[in-house]
């Protein structure tokens, strides 16, 4: 008795949860989500509707007024009316903007549901998975443009950018937890596991290319 108490009370590590997931799904067949991811899917949504509707606004008053400068023109490095003017900006015959005033208010809607207990099917959860590696995507296409065509940075853009990949890696991690991606034991085992080491090694790579992109400038400042 006393050695079975032992071995019920041990914490399933990331393995085994990763070993239940299948389960889980098959016999439930809808999917919930912890308070914690829930909530990040309203934050980052709610900063995604921030940045997007700031550039929405002052991409309206500068086509109103060609002199108009954004007060995110900080210097000729961080210029959001360079980055509003160039054609990358509106790449589907429409501000880009307006493309995250339509689907980051989706996001933070399912947190919101997520957060009062609904539960979604795997078609569901795939398609939040394809819409967020989309975004990412678009968002990683943005940035190379920024840096190596455009030549500036929009800090609102940065924003969308890091909100985005926020979204994007922990839908990742929720699939895999819950056996909607099927991958390999020991590959869900360390997403879950070391979740946070994916988005800290992006963010870092993406100041790394924007220090080496500018770094005769960032130097003048020191």
Known sequence: MTSSTTVNAHPRTAEDRAAGTEREITSKGTVGASRAFAWLLIVSGALGILASFVITVDKFQLLADPHFSPSCNLSPVLSCSNVMQSHQAG???????????????????????????????????????AGTAFGAGFCMWLMSQALYEIGALCLWCCLAWAATIAMFWYVTVHNLRHGIIRAPRAVVAGALEFHWVVPVTWYLAIVMLIATRWWDYWQTLL
């Open 91 to 129: 790449v589907f015959g429409f501000p880009n903007p307006l493309l995250g005033l339509l689907t980051y208010p989706v996001v933070a809607a399912v947190g919101c549901a997520l957060l009062a207990g609904a539960r979604c099917r795997r078609w569901f959860w795939l398609g939040l998975h």
